[in-house]
């Protein structure tokens, strides 16, 4: 067993051979996996516990990553709780088209809202697995990550006083506003970036899904999406310019728009409710590069951000977790470097991978409002082939599973 000594605030130095920075579902996931083979690690978060347990984000995992939480003890809430789609359903001309994957594939998606499975991940490191976190800490610091002995500090919310932990890895799990991200030197970095110049709208409304299935608009007022989360909470999106505000959407121009976009001839109206939550969010990618430096490794939106218009963003952050938890195992528990030496090259392949789809979806979901006729056009040509040529649909339903590139 690799053990950190001493305890978090006991008032002597820390140290831990791992410190995993953010506790998303990669930070976790990351914590489970160093636990699980006796590696000690220290997760710091600068949220509550109750914040991270309870805040909205996605909740489509592809089956790929639910087998690899499986195969490491981490999804048997999941697979009682989740509900498994297997289609979706694209509406345009006023027409719907069910498009079934899992006829096609033989695989699904499972439904598991973020929130639910940060809630087991949290319990299973910090509750069953006894791992070290700290919630609500400030000022984190990333320190001497171009040494053999990196550090990280941060202000203990209790206290006020400042806790420095010294490391052999730091894991930078803290999304994309997060502090190790902006810890890299610019002049060794690259990010490529990419803007769709739309908006979409998030919505949370307390309402039934009106269709067993994600639901796709491709209309000319703008894409419209329907992403069930539970039989009483749905997920919708509507383009909108980029930077609108929420307060241009009341109640009624909302449950408009949505009932305009996403109907369709023989199908009710959807089911309205109250919504609970509104904000928008600007269309927009990024990469860096390297994923590495140093002794700091990132994972998930501190590394890459991906669009929410293919739901791929929450997937990359365990497939990172995956290689990078285990490659630290090996480095620590064996003193085998080689899966450390190739992460971000196996990580960036599925991330360009996935960069790649969500360009193409864009294409289809937005076109008809570009205001651009030929792209309208070639959009429609785009969903036209979908259900018209069955290597066209296994193609799309490779890309929209992730099984292109297995983990």
């Known amino acids: 067993?690799?053990?950190?000594?001493?305890?978090?605030?006991?008032?002597?130095?820390?140290?831990?051979?791992?410190?995993?920075?953010?506790?998303?579902?990669?930070?976790?996931?990351?914590?489970?996996?160093?636990?699980?083979?006796?590696?000690?690690?220290?997760?710091?978060?600068?949220?509550?516990?109750?914040?991270?347990?309870?805040?909205?984000?996605?909740?489509?995992?592809?089956?790929?990553?639910?087998?690899?939480?499986?195969?490491?003890?981490?999804?048997?809430?999941?697979?009682?709780?989740?509900?498994?789609?297997?289609?979706?359903?694209?509406?345009?001309?006023?027409?719907?088209?069910?498009?079934?994957?899992?006829?096609?594939?033989?695989?699904?998606?499972?439904?598991?809202?973020?929130?639910?499975?940060?809630?087991?991940l949290v319990r299973e490191y910090a509750d069953v697995r006894d791992g070290q976190v700290r919630f609500g800490v400030r000022d984190v610091r990333v320190h001497d990550i171009d040494s053999d002995r990196p550090s990280v500090s941060y202000t203990c919310?209790?206290?006020?006083?400042?806790?420095?932990?010294?490391?052999?890895?730091?894991?930078g799990c803290d999304g994309a506003r997060g502090v190790t991200r902006a810890s890299l030197p610019p002049e060794r970095i690259r990010v490529a970036r990419h803007d769709y110049g739309i908006g979409w709208l998030a919505l949370l409304a307390e309402a039934p899904p009106s269709a067993d299935c994600v639901l796709f608009g491709c209309h000319a007022n703008g894409f419209a999406g329907q992403m069930p989360r539970s039989p009483e909470v749905t997920r919708y999106y509507l383009q909108c310019p980029p930077?609108?505000?929420?307060?241009?959407?009341?109640?009624?121009?909302?449950?408009?728009?949505?009932?305009?976009r996403l109907g369709a001839t023989g199908v009710p109206p959807l089911a309205e409710g109250r919504l609970i939550e509104k904000r928008v969010l600007d269309m927009h990618d990024y990469v860096v590069e390297p994923m590495v430096h140093g002794r700091l490794y990132l994972a998930g939106d501190a590394a890459h951000l991906v669009a929410p218009i293919a739901a791929k963003g929450m997937n990359l952050a365990l497939h990172d977790a995956f290689l990078l938890g285990d490659a630290l195992v090996a480095r620590l528990t064996g003193g085998d470097d080689s899966g450390l030496g190739g992460y971000a090259q196996a990580c960036l392949r599925r991330v360009w991978d996935?960069?790649?789809?969500?360009?193409?979806?864009?294409?289809?979901?937005?076109?008809?409002?570009s205001g651009d006729p030929f792209r309208a056009g070639t959009s429609l040509a785009r969903l036209r082939r979908l259900f018209s040529s069955p290597v066209a649909a296994a193609a799309f339903a490779e890309k929209y599973l992730g099984t292109a590139a297995r983990y």
Not at 19 to 44: E, F, H, K, M, Y
Not at 157 to 171: I, K, L
Not at 244 to 258: C, F, G, K, Q, S
Request: with cysteine; charged share 25%; proline share 8%.
């Open 1 to 120: 067993m690799i053990h950190a000594s001493p305890p978090p605030n006991s008032g002597a130095p820390q140290c831990f051979p791992v410190v995993v920075v953010g506790a998303g579902p990669a930070g976790l996931t990351v914590g489970n996996i160093l636990r699980a083979a006796s590696v000690d690690c220290l997760v710091l978060e600068t949220e509550t516990r109750e914040f991270v347990e309870q805040r909205p984000r996605a909740g489509v995992i592809e089956e790929w990553a639910v087998r690899g939480l499986e195969k490491r003890g981490l999804a048997r809430n999941l697979l009682d709780r989740a509900e498994l789609h297997t289609a979706c359903e694209f509406r345009f001309e006023n027409e719907r088209f069910r498009f079934p994957f899992g006829e096609l594939t033989g695989s699904h998606h499972f439904v598991y809202p973020q929130p639910l499975l940060v809630t087991d």
């Open 157 to 171: 919310p209790e206290s006020g006083e400042r806790q420095v932990v010294h490391c052999d890895f730091v894991a």
């Open 243 to 260: 930077g609108d505000d929420p307060e241009n959407w009341p109640h009624e121009r909302v449950w408009a728009e949505l009932q305009e």
């Open 354 to 369: 996935y960069q790649e789809f969500s360009q193409w979806l864009s294409e289809v979901f937005h076109g008809a409002a």
